[in-house]
């Protein structure tokens, strides 16, 4: 008991004192508020005079603006919080390029943000959100994650944009690859090119486009916000493990022929999950209209629900694929939705 108790105490202790050192490093300057420093003044400054191991617990503390306010104090500090950041990468960046410029610092467990505004009056600060007037917003926050990636370690890993080459150009010059993409209106081309160079790991996101191109292989989600554009050929071709579909004109004839496909299986072996909201009512029994089906038990409406929970699931069934494998089948009544649950293991036969 005494020895917790004695832990307890040393490790308030530790963190009172790294909390001081954090709060000193920031008002050491305050007696001058000019940049330029003198190599005494930076040879005394508090944190670079720390032992590593400490100087990291301090650093580990810090929240990025805090830590890129730091790098630009001096050289030596910049060493610092670059080293650190190498053996300690803890932050990922979104950028969002639509109607604002937005750079999100995502951590553990809060996330911080820099913008750019065309208004004076909206430039400000708070610990979480810094605002910056801007007369070229997209342009200051693509320069800014140039100026700052190096200083945080951090790649992006979310965009969300209209596509130009001018934007693929720039995110290639930084990474080959991506892991979410959210894809708003723009031109064929653009869009053409971008999947050309950019590879996409986890997720693509489609906003509101009106012409049908290659999607490319290999995509973990594909989630497409106006689909009429996709016909049952083109469904066919896709190979993401998970799809959504929302205002698609498929028939509720093909919907069915595309479950019967997988039970057959013809077509997408590796789905894991598939979501297709109509834009009209469809004929529900005729998309139902599939062998061997059986009720869903309790627990596999559950995990629907569950996994759908925007959706009010009423009916949900069984479907078996030739090697054993189920599907779990709900029809929901909000925006006329069917949701498909492919289960990874085989069931019993009996």
């Not at 944009?161 to 723009?186: F, Y």
Request: charged content about 25%.
């Amino acid at each position: 008991m005494i020895t917790w108790i004695e832990s307890q105490f040393l490790q308030s202790c530790v963190t009172f004192l790294f909390a001081f050192l954090n709060f000193i490093t920031f008002n050491y300057f305050k007696v001058n508020e000019s940049w330029t420093r003198t190599s005494l003044e930076v040879d005394q400054f508090p944190l670079l005079r720390l032992p590593l191991l400490a100087r990291e617990h301090v650093l580990c503390m810090m929240t990025p603006f805090e830590l890129i306010d730091l790098s630009m104090t001096s050289s030596k500090a910049k060493r610092a919080v670059i080293f650190f950041s190498r053996i300690k990468s803890r932050f990922s960046v979104s950028l969002c390029m639509i109607y604002s410029s937005f750079i999100f610092i995502k951590g553990h467990e809060n996330e911080w943000a820099y913008v750019w505004k065309r208004r004076q009056s909206l430039a400000g600060r708070s610990p979480y959100h810094i605002a910056e007037f801007s007369t070229n917003p997209r342009t200051d926050c693509l320069r800014w994650y140039d100026a700052i990636k190096e200083v945080l370690g951090c790649r992006i890993d979310d965009c969300v944009s209209r596509p130009d080459k001018s934007l693929t150009d720039w995110l290639r010059s930084n990474q080959s690859s991506i892991e979410k993409i959210t894809l708003m209106h723009g031109d064929q081309e653009d869009f053409k090119y971008f999947f050309k160079t950019i590879k996409v790991i986890g997720k693509i996101n489609l906003g509101h486009i009106d012409f049908r191109f290659q999607f490319p292989k290999g995509i973990n989600h594909l989630e497409v916000q106006d689909s009429k554009f996709i016909n049952y050929e083109q469904l066919m071709r896709l190979k993401a493990r998970n799809i959504v579909l929302r205002w698609s004109y498929l028939t509720s004839q093909e919907i069915n022929r595309f479950l019967k496909s997988w039970m057959s299986m013809e077509s997408h072996l590796d789905l894991e999950c598939f979501q297709i909201n109509f834009c009209i009512n469809k004929a529900l029994n005729e998309i139902m209209d599939l062998p061997n089906k059986v009720t869903a038990d309790p627990n596999s409406m559950e995990r629907m629900r569950r996994c759908f929970p925007k959706y009010t699931m009423e009916n949900g069934f069984d479907i078996r694929r030739s090697d054993g494998k189920v599907a779990t089948v709900c029809l929901g009544r909000n925006n006329w939705i069917v949701a498909v649950l492919f289960n990874s293991s085989a069931i019993g036969t009996d």
